[in-house]
């Protein structure tokens, strides 16, 4: 398959079509307030739900799953910490150019085919797509998992106006009793199996919060100043996880090696050179200053 050639792990098809299961998760998660400060999460409802409004002529959505996980970890066990996926190139650079690659090969087969590709780019709701189609169930952190590699991957789509043969056959719960993710989650985010209150979760206050971190998570950080990965290192399902093979994910040996003083120390000269095509730019150099800065001050 064309989609397992560019490198991605999983690829499944489904009909694009209302989220009705999804309709009144969205609309409960959101009247708690658990988007936080991500007021974006209120945008565009409809469109979070149903892709045909989204994508004119909507007709299928084909999920795809890329693999990052690496066993490298950073060097100095003091330093803070960053997460997994942030160790390499900024996964929206490298996904986005593979699913233009997906589409140019998609229009060479059939023709006439239109579409839109999406990495974290627009009101979809990508778990809920990829679970649809069979790459795994949404487990109680809620993390796609799948039984055979885990949850170190990530998540995008094609929205095409073509009629596709579907995956009809979604995966089981594997979660079973196990409650490690909700044990061990520093900030008690996991309020409820497969409910997670995002403005408690660590790698929403060092990515999307904007303003202070509140003085309550002061000593429940642990240690994270990009990310999280906790909920994941834990969970049982990780064992079967695989190292990547994408190059553009290997690990940045400048950012392993930096020890926890260099972390306290960092530049904004620095920042921008180490992290030129990282996903941690998004903090920019004031929110990782302001996350490393909490960290100290426990």
């Known amino acids: 398959m064309e989609a397992a050639k560019l490198g991605f792990q999983f690829c499944g098809i489904s009909k694009a079509a209302f989220l009705e299961e999804e309709a009144p998760k969205l609309e409960s998660w959101l009247r708690n307030g658990f988007h936080g400060e991500m007021s974006y999460m209120e945008n565009h409802f409809d469109k979070r739900l149903d892709p045909r409004i989204l994508v004119e002529g909507a007709r299928s959505v ?50 006439e085919v239109n579409g839109r590709a999406f990495v974290d780019s627009a009101p979809v709701l990508d778990k809920a797509w990829a679970k ?45 009793t196990c409650t490690r993710c909700i ?17 408690r979760c660590i790698s929403y206050l060092t990515i999307e919060l904007k303003n202070e971190l509140p003085a309550e998570f002061r000593g429940k950080m642990d240690n994270w100043m990009f990310g999280c990965d906790v909920c994941q290192d834990v969970c049982p399902w990780n064992k079967f996880s695989v190292l990547n093979t994408e190059q ?15 972390w306290q120390e960092i530049t904004e000269e620095t920042f921008n050179k180490v992290f030129k095509n990282s996903a941690v730019k998004r903090t920019k150099f004031k929110g990782l200053k302001r996350n490393i800065d909490f960290l100290k001050s426990v």
């Not at 790459?135 to 590699?149: D, F, Q, R």
């Not at 553009?248 to 260099?262: A, C, V, W, Y």
């Open 62 to 111: 084909i999920s795809l799953s890329l693999n990052y996980y690496t066993d490298k970890k950073q060097e100095d066990p003091a330093a803070p910490k960053l997460s997994k996926y942030a160790f390499g190139t900024d996964y929206h650079f490298v996904i986005k150019d593979k699913l233009k690659l997906l589409m140019e090969v998609i229009r060479q087969e059939i023709g």
């Open 132 to 176: 649809k189609s069979g790459l795994g169930w949404v487990g109680k952190h809620s993390n796609l998992i799948n039984k055979t590699a885990g949850s170190f991957f990530f998540l995008a789509e094609l929205i095409l106006d073509l009629d596709l043969e579907y995956d009809i056959n979604p995966s089981k719960d594997y979660c079973g």
């Open 183 to 199: 044990d061990a989650c520093p900030t008690d985010a996991i309020v409820a199996p497969y409910i997670v209150d995002g403005s």
């Open 248 to 262: 553009n994910f290997s690990p940045n040996e400048g950012i392993l090696g930096l020890k926890s003083s260099d």
